[in-house]
């Protein structure tokens, strides 16, 4: 592969990586070669008036209310696949974990652990990513750090990002507001990221159109907030899938939470992949949909604002809490009712 | 036996009332015009219609959403049996006995019924009337009936009058209803004859209540073993005695659990007695496991680990026969989870109560998706190809299952990059690829299809010629099937006949248990040789199997009082935990 313009500035003197326009140990040691990683690569895409101060920590203006912070590290492989790559997981993930927190995102760090070897090109293309994912969602990289480790250390690139966010006044959001009665609401299509994951790194080749549905929820969160006091709890979908979610959700509130399988979305393509697969879609990973629990009073209402936006077109209402103990219960299409629980390990056959 | 007529009417499916005085004028003259309709009876309710009538069979079939699994019949009379099938006087006796058991029966050349009564098969199961309400009926209406459980797939029997409306309203046209209470759902046992000997598949109603003794001291503690998922029977040990329970049927709903604990209970109220010991199999996958932990709870019972599937069978087929000490198990089945998390169903072991050794099984092959694959037989005969012929078994696979192309394409991939593919080692999943290479049956549409479908080709009755098996390898403890697949592929390819495939191929399997028995007897000296597993439900394999390993001197044991299949389990489970205590 040929270097790339800025893997070439990067370069102060020649040798076969350089030439090829791979990461080395010594951009990770905080000399010459970081320096010029930092203000090469990571800056240009990165620019804002606190990171460019280039100070130990950047330095916030004042808030005034609370905040909420969280952090994620992403370590996806492939880096790359349909509808996203890791930088841009790595944005998302942390924008919707604030933004299904009531929060409005603001403030990123981000940190990359580099395996020695990867190519500056890919590292390019992935903060390019980012840099696109943060204007898509409105907020900023204020501070970062950079290591490389040797081969075979980590997988390519692992990144961790943290967020910080500030809570509109009167905002109150969580398992104490939940009540008998309260509908469950999906934000969208499941499964989607999953799948896609999968295939691309097994080289699966899917028929119908299987993307990550990878992307920043805020903006249409901050369009449900103001207006739905009923709305009561959020949680994105991401890791262990909505089935995990809902089950939480469940424990945490000591109630049953009924769902109505005919009801859960779920695309035909997503479906007939998951089923060759022998994989649950309602336990594949989303990152771009949330579940929401909302009064039974503004569910339409929920749904209304969900419909006329892009990723909120297929929200579906698809159950209901009830008082209980824990369980989740999925009334099937054919009749049946079966018990969700939290996913143990890979699902072992027990047809005989 | 229920004799006396409880007060009946028939209503529609939302509940209002038909006829009442002339229920059964109406009754029949709805069922001769081929309406379908649920029957309330003593254990829970039948869907019934006109057997003659291809049309209500059909239509029966789309509403329940059966397309082929076979349905139960009931006659009039002997007379309209002998004209369906061949009868035995044996299979007579079991067929007019008081708990009257759907019989299974090989059928007559020609016979008058549609093939959708059971699609594919030699055979009907036909039971006789064993109310005076069925008699009624089938002296009134239609003298053939179809007499199937009245109840969705996977989910119990229904039993109450409300409850019938609601789940079979879109399944019956009308409803016979009456006010008795059926306070526990229990349903037709079934059953075949081989040779002179009912063997069941399904242990329930008539029998259910009959303890049997164990060779357990009497002494020991009261222990519950819930049994496995599918099939699910519980059993409780009670000084030196088992209580089994009717058959329960699947735990994947919530709705199968639900019966199955409260089952339990009210067995435990009935006998005035609370478990000390509670077990179940060793799958973590398993709702039984689940619900044993919770029972353990509920009676402050020590719960017991769990025991491996193919050990309960084997326990469980020892202890019906009264017997202790060792011995050498051969255990054929589909599925059961082995304790290094693969799945296991050909076993040739030794041991008894105590604990158990692995002797010989089947190589294993990956099953692509899973429980997917199980019922995608095609894709399991797939995975044997590749697995043990390489790149000429991807070749044969592309022609053998033109058409699936892209699925194929798929699971070739998820076998070569290793995706969710559990191994397993089982003779229902080779009866299964088989089954499929010959174009029997592609994809299940019921549990156990595609393995019941080629065992239907051979006759009942023990081979008397010698065998001819296809090749096969011993590899150490593994026994390797490449040859047969081979050679099977390329009978395939010259055209040799269906029947001679499906033959060779059943002495093949025989010949495998029957040489790693032999190794076994010669290694370890034992000479008891237990059958069981759901497999043995194969008549022909069963009886040759046990007239050859007689011939050649074993002693062999085999189930009479409980099915081979998972039915078994939960004996096996109370008895081992039981010693392991």
Known sequence: MPPTIIGSLIYPQGSDDMENGLILLGHGDGGSLTHGL????????FSNEMLDLFMDAAILPSIEGRMAITTDS??????????GDIGRLAICGTVNDLAVSGAHPQYLTASFIIEEGLEISTLERVVASMSKTCSEAGVQVVAGDTKVVSRGQADKLFINTSGFGWLPKGVDLGYHRIMPGDLVV????????????IAERHGLDLKGRLASDSAPLNGLISKLIPELSGLKLMRDLTRGGFGTAVKEIALSTRTDIWLEEGYIPISPEVKAAAEILGLDPLYLANEGKFLAIVAPDQSEELLEILHGEPLGSSARILGQVRKGEGNVYLRTTLGGTRALHLLSGRPLPRIC | MEDRLPRIRLVDKYGDIIAQDDWLSRASRALNQGHILAVKGIGGFHLTCDARNREAVSELRRRKRRPAKPFAIMCRDIVTVKSLCHIAPEEMEYLVSPPAPIVLLRTREGHALPKEIAPGMGTLG?????????RLLLENGPPIQVMTSGNVNGMPLVKDNQEALDVLGHVADYFLLHDDHIGFRCDDSLLSVVNGKGLFIRRSRGYHHHAIEVPVDPGSPVTLGVGGDMKNTFSLIVEGRAHLSQHIGSLEYVEGQRVMEEGILHLCDTLGVRPMIVTSDLHPGYNSYRIADGLAERFGALRHRGVQHHHAHMASCMAENGVDGDAIGIILDGTGYGPDGRMRGFEIMTGGYHGFTRGYHLAYVPLPGGDGAIRRPWVTAVAYLITFLGQEGRKIAFRLFPGRGYELELVDRILSQGINAPLASSCGRIFDAVSALLG??????????AAVTLGDLMPWSASREALDPYPFDFNGPIIDPTGMLVAICDDIDRGTGLSIITKRFHHTIIRMVVDAAERVRESKGLSNAVLSGGTWQNPYLYLTTGHILKERGFKVLTHGLLPP????????QAVVALKDI
């Open chain 2, 565 to 572: 299949g998972d039915g078994s389990l939960a004996l096996g």
């Open chain 2, 440 to 449: 029997l049956c592609l994809e299940n549409t019921y549990e156990g299809q």
């Open chain 1, 186 to 197: 999906v934000s969208g299509h499941l499964g989607e990221h999953g799948i896609a994951i």
């Open chain 1, 38 to 45: 930092i203000e090469d690569l990571f800056c240009p895409y």
């Open chain 1, 74 to 83: 992403f370590v996806v492989d492939p880096l790359f696949f349909p509808g």
């Open chain 2, 126 to 134: 036909i039971m006789m009337p064993y109310t005076q309400l069925h």
